[in-house]
T-cell receptor, first 116, second 111 residues
């Protein structure tokens, strides 16, 4: 696709349920990032992939959060046993290998998660 | 750790000029980016400064001073559509090879 695609755009779930959020990056982009944005707040870094490997998992807030990337393309962020504090917009971004030189990430529209 | 400070809100008048400041503290630093985000939308890239000085892109300009750990975004000839949140982000070149974002500045444009 032309841009970063995320699904679902909106997800309402009950506390304790598991959720999966999907990100389809721009074709050819080797790096993929997940961020979390709470209402009116900045972007909190969660995890970064270079290809299929995740050299930096330091941002994952707890062991209930995990992510994987297959085929150097689509990524899935999984939140197990969701809690109300997990409610936020989860943003995915991708970049070419030159992002370190240009500082440019391409973001999707996000998945808005609401935990009741 | 990494931290960036920017004002939470700025108000300006249509047609005027506004400057949004950003100071940063990072363990490593390669450059400063600026992003715009409209309500409910995706952040979109505006500019990047790797070197000291001013970068101009149309009505938007961005400035960086490495010695002062400071940068700013300058918006000229403000239009109502410029009402949005603006984030500075530091490229620390760390393990994430990604960006650490500030909390954002909500720009309100008045007619």
């Amino acid at each position: 696709g032309a841009g970063v695609s995320q699904s679902p755009s909106n997800k309402v779930t009950e506390k304790g349920k598991d959720v999966e959020l999907r990100c389809d990056p721009i074709s050819g982009h080797t790096a993929l990032y997940w961020y979390r944005q709470s209402l009116g707040q900045g972007l909190e870094f969660l995890i970064y992939f270079q290809g299929n490997s995740a050299p930096d998992k330091s941002g994952l807030p707890s062991d209930r959060f995990s992510a994987e990337r297959t085929g150097g393309s689509v990524s899935t962020l999984t939140i197990q046993r969701t809690q109300q504090e997990d409610s936020a917009v989860y943003l995915c971004a991708s970049s070419s290998s030159l992002a370190g030189l240009t500082g440019e990430l391409f973001f999707g529209e996000g998945s808005r998660l609401t935990v009741l | 750790g990494q931290s960036l400070e920017q004002p939470s809100e700025v108000t300006a008048v249509e047609g005027a000029i506004v400057q949004i400041n950003c100071t940063y503290q990072t363990s490593g630093f390669y450059g400063l980016s600026w992003y715009q985000q409209h309500d409910g939308g995706a952040p979109t890239f505006l500019s990047y400064n790797a070197l000291d000085g001013l970068e101009e892109t149309g009505r938007f300009s961005s400035f960086l001073s490495r010695s002062d750990s400071y940068g700013y975004l300058l918006l000229q000839e403000l239009q109502m559509k410029d009402s949005a949140s603006y984030f500075c982000a530091a490229n620390s070149g760390g393990g994430a090879d990604g960006l650490t974002f500030g909390k954002g500045t909500h720009l309100i444009i008045q007619p």
